[in-house]
């Protein structure tokens, strides 16, 4: 299951991306025993979103280990004026947004990553899950996806809360399903009930591959 290679991308990365996600990776797999699965419905180019229900701060990171390629993940400008914090948000290619203008920036600045035929990450639910359960999704995901008309690739996290629990490295995995294509008809405007129903069916999909990571390790854990 644990096939996590190098492409393009990630060789032509800077020295503290490929740093932290080898660093990184070697733990995932030899300490927390990981598994992932499906990375083969990963496009190996061109624009792509991927979209990962959302846990725990491992997320990223975990994400950004496990697909073979690189990864630009949103995060709140405030992160990177924090010492030691700021680095490693600009080392792992993660892209600024301000607070209060996450809507239009985020939009644009996600359009111009993804028109550059790179990777973007993204948690359709907005924040982290206190229980550990799959939340309502917002539109933003599908509205970045359908005015890039890209494809999604849903991403399922289980057990990514316990990557350090009680002192000790436990399982997690990590499932790529196959690519989502947004369909707006010529002519038809993607209006926010459209938006919203859209992500709700993306989640499911995100809770179908939750489900394949949970069967993946349950019997390590």
Same mark, same amino acid.
């Given at each position: 299951?644990?096939? #996590?290679?190098?492409?393009?991308?990630?060789?032509?990365?800077?020295?503290?991306?490929?740093?932290?996600?080898?660093?990184?990776?070697?733990?995932?797999?030899?300490?927390?025993?990981?598994?992932?699965?499906? &990375?083969?419905?990963?496009?190996?180019?061109?624009?792509?979103?991927?979209?990962?229900?959302?846990?725990? +701060?491992?997320? %990223?990171?975990?994400?950004?280990?496990?697909? +073979?390629?690189?990864?630009?993940? !949103? /995060?709140?400008?405030?992160?990177?004026?924090?010492?030691?914090?700021?680095?490693?948000?600009?080392?792992?290619?993660?892209?600024?947004?301000?607070?209060? *203008?996450?809507?239009?920036?985020? &939009?644009? /600045?996600?359009?111009?990553?993804? /028109?550059?035929?790179?990777?973007?990450?993204?948690?359709?639910?907005?924040?982290?899950?206190?229980?550990?359960?799959?939340?309502?999704?917002?539109?933003? #995901?599908?509205?970045?996806?359908?005015?890039? @008309?890209? #494809?999604?690739? %849903?991403?399922?996290?289980?057990?990514? =809360? @316990?990557?350090?629990?009680?002192?000790?490295?436990? $399982?997690?995995?990590?499932?790529?399903?196959?690519?989502?294509?947004?369909?707006? $008809?010529?002519?038809?405007?993607?209006?926010? *009930?459209?938006?919203?129903?859209?992500?709700?069916? &993306? !989640?499911?999909?995100?809770?179908?591959? #939750?489900? *394949?990571? =949970?069967?993946?390790?349950? $019997?390590?854990?």
């Amino acid at each position: 299951m644990d096939r #996590v290679g190098y492409n393009a991308e990630i060789k032509t990365a800077t020295f503290t991306y490929r740093f932290f996600r080898g660093l990184f990776t070697f733990i995932f797999r030899h300490f927390c025993r990981w598994q992932v699965a499906g &990375l083969e419905n990963v496009p190996a180019t061109g624009p792509v979103v991927v979209a990962v229900n959302h846990t725990s +701060n491992w997320d %990223p990171v975990i994400v950004g280990c496990a697909i +073979n390629r690189q990864i630009h993940f !949103m /995060a709140k400008k405030e992160l990177f004026g924090i010492p030691v914090v700021g680095w490693i948000c600009q080392a792992l290619a993660a892209y600024p947004v301000e607070r209060g *203008k996450t809507g239009r920036q985020a &939009l644009r /600045a996600s359009l111009d990553i993804l /028109a550059a035929d790179k990777c973007i990450g993204m948690f359709p639910e907005g924040t982290r899950s206190k229980t550990g359960e799959i939340s309502e999704a917002k539109g933003g #995901v599908v509205m970045i996806a359908a005015k890039a @008309q890209t #494809v999604i690739i %849903p991403v399922g996290l289980y057990n990514s =809360r @316990q990557v350090f629990f009680r002192g000790r490295f436990r $399982p997690f995995a990590v499932c790529f399903g196959p690519p989502v294509s947004v369909q707006v $008809p010529e002519g038809e405007k993607l209006t926010s *009930k459209r938006l919203q129903s859209l992500a709700n069916e &993306l !989640m499911v999909k995100i809770a179908a591959e #939750v489900e *394949k990571g =949970r069967r993946l390790i349950t $019997p390590q854990i």
